[in-house]
């Protein structure tokens, strides 16, 4: 006869708790300063870069505010400038863009023209 393995589902709530705690603390114990550093750091980039909706976005907001405290404002001043910075390259990305497309458009139509007046 096989032995049936155990489940979460055979176990109780704090059961499953304090195995849960068990493995949370093994795992910490195990793990380097290098190893513990990149987890937080993968866990905190997904918790803040992943945000979606606005309730996410504000819990975010509220974690970075506490967490900055007094400098905060001058956090949001360093991010203007720097978005400001990126906007200024975007929009001349986008003119460049644009000044491609017309000239496109501007050559579609020559050689169309062209087509037409060689018919004739």
């Known amino acids: 006869m096989k032995k049936v393995e155990i489940s ?6 704090s059961q499953l708790e304090f195995l849960k705690e068990r493995y949370i603390n093994s795992r910490i114990s195990s793990m380097s300063q290098d190893d513990l550093q990149d987890f937080v750091r993968t866990i905190i980039s997904d918790q803040i870069l992943g945000t979606v909706g606005n309730l996410e976005e504000r819990e ?13 404002k ?5 991010s203007l400038k720097v ?3 990126g906007d200024l390259d975007i929009d001349q990305d986008k003119q460049e863009l ?3 497309l017309d000239l496109l458009e501007k050559r579609k139509k020559e050689k169309a023209s062209t087509a037409n007046e060689d018919m004739w």
């Open 8 to 13: 979460y589902k055979d176990l109780t709530k």
């Open 60 to 72: 975010a907001w509220n974690e970075m505010k506490d967490h900055f405290k007094d400098n905060f």
């Open 74 to 78: 001058d956090m949001i001043k360093e």
């Open 83 to 85: 978005s400001n910075k």
């Open 98 to 100: 644009e000044k491609r």
